[in-house]
């Protein structure tokens, strides 16, 4: 069954219900309030059922005998519009109940609404009461059986009340923010159960939200452009176009700049070369995209060794899952490859734990001598591109067939599993060369050692370590490698486009940290679409 506003549905958890209306809080920073406080009440208030069912214990005689509670914790500005009912299990003897909101501190030998920075609704005469002992008319008297809601608005600081669903009506303009949830009772047999979001509200607030997202979406799009940043029009074509060159769509980019009348930043054939590098690494082919980079880019790598160093873990671990091949080709005149020039360095102590966990791992491996194992490892593939991409053929399609079956795994070849050996000290060796030029890396080390720690079980995939040899690995360093590029260029190695979008979010956390409570309906994928 399908509700129109999710929230209604009754198989959602607390959980996924308090995530779904308040999607801005971070509860490890401001948790909401989820039952009553077994500390902040008055004596005369008993708790039970999960500290969700409030009875009162006392005499019941005279005002002085009221007792509240609030909840455990205030309600966060980042809810936006913030909502809890109870419902009237008894109304006891009087029915002298109040329903509300207080400040921390405020007296719990009343009932809400009577003091300064208190607020309630009360049952037995249906008035209002705003930090005063005098109360206004406001609604209908409530009784055994009946939903009271409260809710609060923390944009414009409005308090409203429903009944059985019913909309009452606001109550309280421009409270404070940090109110805490509250009940009151005064006389023997009143009973509540708060319902804090575990179950389905019996009034739609979601509809509510949608109308002051509504609201807030439309003040967003009144703003008017600043001046000094030149034509909005211009701008945001920019911005675009910036975005599709740096991603690679060069067919699109071009279609778009001629639309826009604008000339794109990067040519043509740049554009498609990054786009085929792109598209080797995000298929696990690292050795054929370095050997490209080499050959597009010279000395780009060198320039950048973290990147490098990088690079050649993913290719070891692409190595592992079988996605890069191991035909490697020796580099040309005879010469060494990567891993033997680096086999022949000396070794950082710091860094001897890891040769050894790689010997180790491939001691169970014969001494196979074939054409594959004497040929250096330099991870370059035989079928390396010059990086000159046919333009007829190139495609703004980035999708690659990400998956490597477990049958291409070198772990099942002892032959080419050795030649894993080999490029696994090589690759030791060049974190030891980093270490010995620019310092110990905490974060290189530990990238390496996780990498070889594959090579300690059986089955890698079922690994706790398993996760490395997901495809997904393969964005973060091949995002890295295309701001890389285009740096080398200088170009922006970010699209302002993204930065626009991470900036924005950036600055509806910090509204929540400042308790603006406008940065719950401000959703920046709402905009967009």
Known sequence: MEYESPSQSPTLTQDQRLKLLYPMVNEEETPLPRCWSTKDKYNYIGLSQSNLRVHYKGHGKTHKDASSVRATHPIPASCGLYYFEVKIISKGRDGYMGVGLSAQGVNMNRLPG????????????????????????????FTTGDVIGCGINLIDGSCFYTKNGHHLGIAFQDLPSG???????????????????????????????????RKTQGVIEDLSWPRKHGDAQAVLHNMVSTYL??????????????????????????MRNRQHIQKLVLAGKLGEAISTVDQLYPGLLALNQDLHFRLKVRQFIEMVSGADSLEIESESGGGKSWADTSSSSGHSGSNMDMEEQVDNAGGDVGNHENHQTEQAVNGNSQNTSNGNVDCEHSTDNMDVDAAAPRANSILANPARFECLIRFGRGLHVFASQMEQEKGRSEANSSMLQEAFSLLAYADPW???????????????????????ILESKNLPGRPPLEISLAHSAHLLKLMSNSELGACAFADIQSVLN
């Open 114 to 141: 009577w003091d300064k920075h208190s607020y309630g609704y009360h049952g037995d005469d249906g008035h209002s009461f705003c930090s005063s002992g005098t109360g206004q008319a406001y609604g209908p008297t």
């Open 179 to 213: 109110l805490y949830p509250t009940v009151g009772l005064q006389t023997p047999g009143e009973v509540i159960d708060a319902n804090f979001g575990q179950e389905p509200f019996k009034f739609d607030i979601e509809g509510e939200m949608r109308e002051l997202r």
């Open 245 to 270: 060159v740096h991603h690679g769509y060069s067919q699109t980019a071009e279609s778009f700049a001629r639309s826009a009348g604008q000339e794109i930043s990067e040519e043509l054939t740049s």
């Open 462 to 484: 079922d690994s706790p370590v398993g996760g490395q040899l997901d495809p997904a690995g393969r964005e973060p360093v091949c995002a890295q490698l295309n701001s890389a």
